[in-house]
């Protein structure tokens, strides 16, 4: 049945691609990307190469209605041989996207704001993950919602700004809260 039917979708395409090339090359990749997306439990955005830079796995996680304030997640990669910086972040779901930290403290877990950001040196790569290093959405604009995405401008210190899409996967499947700190008060 599978079979059948991709057989006759692209017997469709081969005609349409005699009748109009770019359109049938454009839904074709479009349909191939969106097949191998499904695919994958857990939503990470593709890989994005910005200079010496790559960033992969962006990912946040869906959030309740009100919720004030969700993290930001991704992999930086420095393949350069200077030290670079994230410095900033930006999106038009929150006025203030913050560079947070999150450690143990006298056994206490605490988030703190880096306002020098994260130094990703040469030739290494700096993991922004829950628990830990983060993009904080302050003052959430609207919910993240599974299976879209949320766009965020990254600011960079010397290869300056690169907008990407971070992927929103599922609401706190992993029962690990790092937000707790600001939804106190
Ligand atoms: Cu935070």
Same mark, same amino acid.
């Given at each position: ?5 991709? #057989?006759?979708a ?10 109009a090339?770019?359109?049938?090359? @454009? ?5 191939t990307?969106h097949?191998?997306?499904? @695919? ?13 830079l ?5 990912f ?11 993290g930001?997640?991704?992999?930086? #990669?420095?393949s350069?041989? #200077? ?7 930006e999106?038009?779901?929150?006025? @203030?996207?913050q ?9 206490v877990?605490e988030?703190r ?11 290494? #790569? ?10 904080m959405?302050?003052?959430?604009a609207q919910?993240?919602v599974?299976g879209?995405t949320?766009p ?7 290869a300056?700004?690169? @907008?990407i ?19 106190g008060?």
């Amino acid at each position: 049945m599978i079979r059948m039917f991709s #057989t006759a979708a692209l017997a469709a395409a081969s005609l349409a691609l005699l009748a109009a090339p770019s359109f049938a090359d @454009d839904h074709a990749a479009a349909h191939t990307d969106h097949a191998a997306h499904a @695919d994958h439990d857990v939503a990470h955005a593709p890989e994005v190469i910005f200079g010496d830079l790559i960033l992969g796995g962006a990912f946040t996680r869906a959030t309740l209605p009100n919720a004030p304030v969700a993290g930001g997640y991704l992999t930086i #990669t420095n393949s350069g041989d #200077t030290a670079e910086r994230l410095i900033d972040a930006e999106s038009p779901f929150s006025p @203030d996207v913050q560079i947070h930290e999150m450690s143990v403290v006298n056994d206490v877990m605490e988030m703190r704001q880096l306002p020098d950001g994260i130094e990703i040196p040469a030739g290494e #790569t700096v993991t922004l993950a829950p628990g830990g290093l983060h993009l904080m959405f302050m003052q959430l604009a609207q919910p993240f919602v599974e299976g879209e995405t949320v766009p965020v401008t990254l600011v960079f210190e010397t290869a300056g700004r690169i @907008d990407i899409d971070l992927a929103v996967g599922a609401f706190g499947a992993s029962g690990h809260d790092d937000h707790s700190a600001h939804e106190g008060h």
